[in-house]
């Protein structure tokens, strides 16, 4: 798994790369964290387009970052998932609590309370 960072406004966008599951999930939720503590954000974007694969760590990586995020007030959300992944956060329920961004201009606008269009 490889993972990138950046910062726009209050927002901390992650690019994943790889395979996310109980090998990974660990390292993602540290990174994750020092990431959005360390850039003063309070929200997150994952962005899963190079994301292979992901297990119920990944799921249970996302449920943690969404309620940090909102003991805070902050947002997440996630972009660009292929099929699988897609169907996995919608049959577990999780894009009820994480919505599904197809492009990261929509993940933005949602984030930052604008206007937006969930998959």
Known sequence: ME???SKKNK???IMVS???DHHTSKELRWQTESAYID???KNIIFHFENVTFMDSSGIGMLIGRYKQLQSIGGKISVVSANEKITEIMQFSGLSKLIPLFDTIEDA???TEGREHHAV
């Open 3 to 5: 993972l990138s960072f």
């Open 11 to 13: 927002t901390v966008i």
């Open 18 to 20: 790889g395979e996310i």
């Open 39 to 41: 850039m003063s954000v």
């Open 108 to 110: 933005f606008s949602y």
